[in-house]
């Protein structure tokens, strides 16, 4: 098979006590200077880093460059696989690059005109996107093309023609924040930059680490590892399974310049197998939303429906974040007019200073506001997660299929172009992030999961297979819409959410996908037309459950009964099935 399904590592921080602080900051400010200098040094090499012979980094760069450090061939191994780390990530990107490359174009520029200064041109930008995204991937890099896509469009702004080269658009990274690897090291007991001894009975493990005293001076001999860190229940956990890997020292940098320092406590954990291919039984399919964030289903291999359909809404968080941004929006305003008042004085004139103090606070205030933006994308991608491995669980599922991230449905929401933008970006943002999550949370669980194509999921009756329309709404008929939540078959008469319907169906490609493995021995995923292979493998008997959804003119009443919160932090995902609620209970608590 294709992956290796033996093990997976877990990172936990657990941070330093406050009397090895400064020392630790310390030590990551010098360690941060020579790997800057190293990256610096092998910048012009960069794609030597596209290639890789070990898994270590450092071996990359200490057969380039000799020594930069003099505190040690170990502790310089550690700065170099940082800065290793680092060169492979901008290898990583500088061939996406060269993917994107071909399709910048003017059209992505929209030229200055009198009212309105140069800008990006959005639509041009997604088009660009939908047509590389490669057919047969997950489509888990769009997020990385973007990003590209609009650094080249920044830098035809500033210099009015688009970059021939990776290196000239991107400037030389530089690591702002200190991390320390200590995987170039000899491990916990003969280690020469750190040591660590593990006390499993005690619930903890005992650390120590070199660094240079406020004079430069890095101590000499190694002692008992001395510092005692209490180890939390999910890393004792995972150590009674697992071994500990070589630990990062990383520090963490507060909006408020608050710095501290963790150690990011790494455990290798065995993973349980994935049913074998012919003995999967059951599907659970999920979509994302027009209207909930998640909608799943599960269907046995014969195209049975064994669970009813589950809605997962990110309700009035969408109204939280979209707050959010419009505050980031404001605050920047107020930082373009402050940085003109201040530009109005000469440098080094003291009546810069009022604007300089007061543009501090609200920098600061901005990165705040970010961080709990993202902090907020994040934990709904880890709760739309769980919920759907809780899912698989209950109804004992061995592969879940979801739809590949390559689809940039239309999504409805924000008036101005500028606003459906953001939402899109936040979207695919919270996309990519809820597909990581699950990727690395079934090959945990060892559930299998695989992408589908996403082509007309929406737009195909589950019972029948022939195309369909969507309507605002049961009793809208009259008028079919494109992004309609309601779905009716002119066909068969099939009657049900637009969402819940492409639930099915893309646990109907799932079904597809593994027969046509099970017989060919080939990974292929079919599209939604193919319809003799979706149909002949499996026909949806979608009685009972699926007719019984009532209306859903009114957005949030997609089903009256059972409706619940499910996280408490927020008061804003809200989980809606025609399950009873004490089962809806037992799911969730
Ligand atoms: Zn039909």
Same mark, same amino acid.
């Given at each position: ?436 999550? =699950? ?135 809200? =989980? ?14």
């Amino acid at each position: 098979m294709r992956r290796n399904w033996a093990t997976q590592s877990l990172s936990y921080p657990i941070r330093l006590p406050d009397v090895v602080q400064v020392d630790a900051l310390r030590l990551l400010d010098v360690s941060r200077e020579v790997i800057n200098a190293t990256v610096s040094a092998l910048w012009d090499r960069l794609d030597a880093f596209g290639m890789r012979e070990s898994t270590y980094a450092y071996k990359q760069v200490t057969a380039m460059i000799g020594s930069c450090d003099p505190l040690g061939d170990r502790q310089w191994r550690c700065e170099a696989e940082q800065a290793g780390r680092i060169l492979r990530a901008q290898a990583e990107r500088k061939k996406q690059f060269a993917l994107m490359l071909p399709v910048l174009c003017q059209g992505m520029i929209l030229p200055r005109t009198e009212k309105k200064a140069a800008g990006k041109n959005r639509k041009a930008i997604k088009q660009a996107l939908a047509d590389l995204r490669d057919e047969h991937s997950d489509g888990g890099s769009g997020v990385e093309l973007q990003s590209l896509i609009e650094q080249a469009c920044n830098f035809y702004l500033k210099h009015g023609c688009f970059p021939d080269t990776y290196e000239e658009m991107q400037a030389i990274p530089v690591l702002k924040v200190g991390v320390l690897p200590y995987a170039g090291d000899d491990g916990g007991e003969k280690g020469q930059a750190y040591r660590l001894r593990l006390d499993l009975e005690g619930r903890s493990c005992f650390f120590a680490f070199r660094f240079p005293d406020e004079a430069g001076v890095w101590a000499g001999t190694w002692t008992e590892p001395q510092i005692l860190l209490p180890l939390p229940d999910p890393v004792v956990e995972c150590l009674q399974v697992g071994v500990a890997l070589a630990p990062t020292l990383r520090e963490i940098r507060e909006p408020d310049g608050t710095r501290y320092v963790v150690l990011d406590f790494i455990v290798e954990i065995p993973v349980t197998e994935p049913a074998e291919w012919k003995h999967v039984r059951r599907v659970l399919g999920w979509d994302w939303g027009v209207r909930t964030l998640v909608t799943a289903t599960v269907l046995d291999v014969k195209g049975n429906q064994v669970a009813p359909p589950l809605f997962l809404d990110s309700g009035c968080l969408d109204g939280i974040q979209a707050h959010t941004r419009r505050h980031i929006d404001r605050l920047n305003a107020k930082v373009a007019s402050l940085e003109s008042r201040r530009d109005h004085f000469p440098e080094g004139d003291p009546r810069r200073e009022p604007a300089m103090r007061k543009l501090a606070v609200l920098r600061r205030e901005i990165a705040c506001c970010w961080r709990k933006y993202s902090a907020r994308n994040r934990d709904l991608a880890h709760l739309a997660a769980n919920i759907l491995l809780l899912l698989a669980n209950v109804w004992g599922v061995e592969l879940i299929a979801g739809e590949s991230l390559k689809s940039l449905k239309t999504t409805g929401h924000g008036r101005s172009a500028r606003g459906r933008w953001v939402h899109w970006r936040n979207n695919s943002q919270i996309r990519g992030e809820l597909w990581r999550c =699950l990727r690395y949370k079934c090959h945990l669980a060892g559930i299998r999961l695989e992408w589908q194509q996403p082509k007309d999921t929406s737009h195909t009756c589950p019972r029948c297979g022939k195309p369909a329309h969507t309507y605002a709404s049961p009793s809208h008929l009259s008028t079919a819409v494109d992004a309609g939540a309601w779905l009716s078959c002119a066909a068969c008469g099939w009657n049900g959410a637009r969402d819940y319907a492409a639930a099915v169906n893309i646990a109907r490609l799932g079904i597809a996908f593994l027969k046509q493995h099970l017989q060919t021995g080939r990974i292929s995923h079919p599209y939604m037309t193919e319809t003799e292979k979706v149909k002949n493998s499996a026909s949806y008997i979608g009685a009972g459950l699926a007719l019984r959804l009532p209306p859903t003119s009114p957005r949030g009443r997609l089903i009256e009964s059972g409706e619940m919160y499910v996280n408490g932090w927020i008061k804003a995902v809200t =989980l809606r099935s025609a399950l009873p609620q004490d089962t809806m209970l037992r799911l969730c608590g």
